[in-house]
C-alpha cells in the first residue's frame, strides 16, 4: 500500500516556466489537498478537494491551479513559477474531513 | 477565525529527559486536535488525535497529549526522550465540520546526548 505518492521529488524552475507537481493516493480518499511549507511558517493550504470534480481554494491559491478528474489523482499546476514559490510542498489525502491526514513524503521546488 | 499557536520555536533537552510541547487554540467550541511530527525531509507524520471523550489521548513513540479545555491547550509530552525523537512537532487544529485542518507553525525538538 503506497498511501499518498508525490513526484517530482525536487525540481529547479526558472521564472517564468510551468509545471505540474503529481500526486496520488491508492486509498480510496475522497478528500485531498495542497499544503506548501516554508521555514518557520508552518504548513499553508493551498487548494483542496473533496472529491472528484470539485476543488476550492484555501489560503494560498495565488499562482497555482488544481484539477480532480479522478478519486485517486490531484496535480498541483504552476503556470508562471515565480521566485516567491520556492518552496516544499505537500500533497495529503483523507477519508473524512478532520480525521487526520496522510501526507506524501513532498517535492522540494527551487524557481531561480 | 481559528488558529493555533507553538509558543515555542525550538526546544531542547537531554536524551532520557521528559517532554512537554506547548500548544494553543483559538476556537468557540472543542475542536478536532492532532499532533504531528516531521522527520529531516520527510513528510507529516500522524501521531495523535483528539475528538471527544477522554481528555488524555495515547499516541504512537510513547507520546500523549492532554486536552485542557479551561486553557484551551493540547499539549504533548513524553515521559522519557530518545534521540530518534529530534523532529519538528506540528500541532493542527480542524473545527468539527470544516473540510480542512489549520497547522501551528512548528516546534524543532533538539536532543542532547
Known amino acids: 500500500n503506497a498511501g499518498v505518492t508525490q513526484t517530482p521529488k525536487f525540481r529547479i524552475l526558472k521564472i517564468g516556466q510551468s509545471m505540474t507537481l503529481q500526486c496520488t493516493q491508492d486509498?480510496?480518499?475522497?478528500?485531498m489537498y495542497w499544503y506548501r511549507q516554508d521555514p518557520g511558517m508552518g504548513l499553508k493550504l493551498i487548494y483542496y478537494?473533496?472529491?472528484?470534480?470539485?476543488?476550492d481554494k484555501g489560503e494560498v491559491p495565488n499562482g497555482y491551479n488544481v484539477s480532480r478528474s479522478t478519486t485517486e489523482d490531484f496535480p498541483l499546476r504552476l503556470e508562471l513559477a515565480a521566485p516567491s514559490q520556492t518552496s516544499v510542498y505537500f500533497c495529503?489525502?483523507?477519508?473524512?474531513?478532520?480525521?487526520?491526514?496522510?501526507f506524501g513524503s513532498g517535492t522540494r521546488l527551487t524557481v531561480v | 477565525a481559528q488558529s493555533v499557536t507553538q509558543p515555542d520555536i525550538h526546544i531542547t533537552v537531554s536524551e532520557g529527559a521528559s517532554l512537554e510541547l506547548r500548544c494553543n487554540y483559538s476556537y468557540g467550541a472543542t475542536p478536532y486536535l492532532f499532533w504531528y511530527v516531521q522527520s529531516p525531509g520527510q513528510g507529516l507524520q500522524l501521531l495523535l488525535k483528539?475528538?471527544?471523550?477522554?481528555?488524555l489521548v495515547q499516541g504512537i513513540k510513547g507520546f500523549e497529549a492532554e486536552f485542557k479545555r479551561s486553557q484551551s491547550s493540547f499539549n504533548l509530552r513524553k515521559p522519557s526522550v530518545h534521540w530518534s525523537d529530534a523532529a519538528e512537532y506540528f500541532c493542527?487544529?480542524?473545527?468539527?465540520?470544516?473540510?480542512?485542518?489549520?497547522f501551528g507553525k512548528g516546534t524543532r525538538l533538539h536532543i542532547l546526548p
Open positions: 486509498m480510496n480518499h475522497n478528500y
Open positions: 483528539y475528538f471527544s471523550g477522554d481528555t
Open positions: 493542527a487544529v480542524g473545527p468539527p465540520g470544516d473540510d480542512k485542518i489549520i
Open positions: 495529503a489525502s483523507n477519508d473524512r474531513a478532520n480525521y487526520g491526514y496522510t
Open positions: 478537494s473533496v472529491g472528484a470534480g470539485i476543488t
